[in-house]
């Protein structure tokens, strides 16, 4: 019996690609590309209790049939001609536990 798996998110919605930047020991590795990602830039503000308050610049959806990697806090990815840091990330799964895609906001 196989494992029920999501299908990936749809190629029409992934049409831009970025770099990715992770963080080494001595620094930053080389930049990895990764084509077919979501850039939604729609994510300048976000509301509190009070008032709206500057969020993320953008989110970003990277579907793990294009990268086999980790994304975590801090990793740097480039788009648009400039570098944007991590601010959060979440990893969302197939019901088996490996990655389905990645969530990322970058600041």
């Known amino acids: ?52 308050t500057p969020g993320c610049r953008a989110r970003v959806f990277i579907d793990a049939t294009e990268y086999v990697g980790e994304v975590v806090e801090g990793d740097l990815l480039e788009f648009d001609g400039e570098r944007h840091a991590v601010a959060s990330v979440q990893r969302c799964d197939h019901p088996d536990g490996t990655p389905h895609h990645w969530e990322v906001d970058a600041q």
């Not at 963080?23 to 509190?48: E, Y």
Request: charged share 25%.
């Open 1 to 52: 019996m196989s494992a029920v798996r999501i299908p990936p998110i749809p190629a029409f919605m992934r049409q831009e690609s970025l770099a990715i930047i992770r963080q080494a020991p001595d620094g930053f590795a080389d930049p990895v590309t990764i084509d077919r990602c979501r850039i939604d830039r729609s994510a300048g503000l976000s509301p509190n209790d009070y008032q709206l």
